[in-house]
């Protein structure tokens, strides 16, 4: 998966969340005010929960808060009389989190405001129970004329930053709307069988058997997409290495490699291992893997999954910018760039990605992606394939990054991609996300003459 180069923020400390809308809070906070991702700091909060249903509870308030934060931070700076300081930033968290409860959940409206009001009463903050229930009660009054005036916000009403948006507007003036709305979508849970347990088939029977609903991926043969999300314990023999969760976009990586027996594989960008791991599921004959991350914790992740499913490769911390430090100068067959991106097409999966980009983070993104190119090139065998993905839909990063690469190197050559998933670009194939229950993606294979 890509490698973010940015340097982790330390979580706020605080004190220990005791419920479901105190730990979304904490979330919500650590990633406004800390810049941190919401997957790394809502882990280890959960974690303070022992009910399963609250654990539940707390991811809907986190992501869901999280992913309509440009809209209710809209009503927000309307229904306070003054701005909160930044010293307030737990309190902020709170209103959004309680905002999000009365207008994206079910939860009668009594309910949301009292537990709202708890959970800002457990803060350090003698008044910021009192503000709490002033400013939900006071939403619920105005509800609809703050709904349409967030209609005639362009932020508020895509909950997508400005920049974004325009980004979106500008590259795909006929799908931009598709991607909002997708962006704004709660993501299916789809399933990576290991073909040397079950067929994608078999597994679907045996989910069956346990009142687990799944469908066939049209594109990709080991997926499976659930009817509805599952906790990873409900799933037969996942323990034992049967599954990994996996979108089947991310899937189509091991099958454009076309692997045999007896190649050199390099994943570049490796962490936390899905495509590593499926290579090996579908190739038992490869003469070796080589997983390479910059980020060391993340490639514990990578350790992690390969144990669960019975797998060796050679796994190494290591920069992709300076092969040298790492590559044992064997060439490889095959390599997979997993380049560092926006991340603009899983947004659906990590709606903190909207929040925490930056416009200029893309130029320094599409350099890095260049450099990584250039860098890697040589590693790879002469008649070697190259399998160049990103998980956004930004075509910076995509195709004008692989046209460039190609017009500077005679030694390297575009192979057609024969597939009926994505849309042709100049140069390669991008997945649209949302389209055919997929993350948006993008791939290009490059041959070495």
Sequence with gaps: MNTSRKRR????????????????????????????????????????????????LAQELAFGTLRWQPRLAFWLSRLLERPLKARDSEVQAVLLVGLYQCSGTRMPAHAAVATAVDAARALSQPWAAGMA??????????????????????????AHPAWLLECLRRDWPEHWQHLVAANNSRPPMTLRVNRRRYTAAEYKDRLAREGIAAVLHAHAAEALVLDA?????RLPDFQSGAVSVQDAAGQLAASLLQLEPGQRVLDLCAAPGSKTCHMLEREPGLAGVTAVD?????LQRLTANLGRLGLEAEVRVG??????????????????????????????????IKLL???ADIAALTDTQSKLLQAVWPLLDTGGMLVYATCSVLPGENQ??????????PDAREEP?????????????????????????????????
């Excluded at 979580?11 to 904490?26: I, L, N, W």
């Excluded at 910059?294 to 993340?298: F, G, N, Q, S, Y």
Aim: charged fraction near 30%; include cysteine.
């Design 319 to 352: 920069d992709g910018l300076r092969p040298e430090t790492w590559w044992d100068g064997k060439p490889y067959q095959r390599i997979l760039l997993d380049a560092p991106c926006s991340a603009t097409g899983v947004i659906r999966r990590h709606p903190d």
């Design 133 to 158: 229930n002033a400013v939900l009660r006071r939403f619920l009054r105005e509800r609809q004329q703050l709904e349409a005036a967030a209609e005639q916000d362009a932020e508020a009403a895509s």
């Design 294 to 298: 910059l980020d060391e914790h993340r």
């Design 9 to 56: 923020r330390p979580a706020q400390k605080g004190r220990q969340p005791a419920d479901a809308r105190q730990v979304a809070a904490a979330a919500v906070r650590d990633v406004l005010a800390a810049g941190r991702s919401l997957s790394d700091c809502l882990s280890p909060l959960l974690a303070s929960l022992t009910d399963p249903g609250e654990r539940s």
């Design 357 to 359: 980009r930056r416009a």
């Design 400 to 409: 004008e990054v692989v046209r460039e690469f190609l017009s500077r190197r």
């Design 417 to 449: 991609l024969a597939v009926d998933w994505g849309m042709p670009r100049p140069v390669g194939r991008q997945i649209i996300t949302g389209t055919a229950d997929m993350d948006g993606f993008y791939y290009a294979v490059l041959r070495k003459q």
């Design 229 to 233: 999300p599952v906790s990873v314990e």
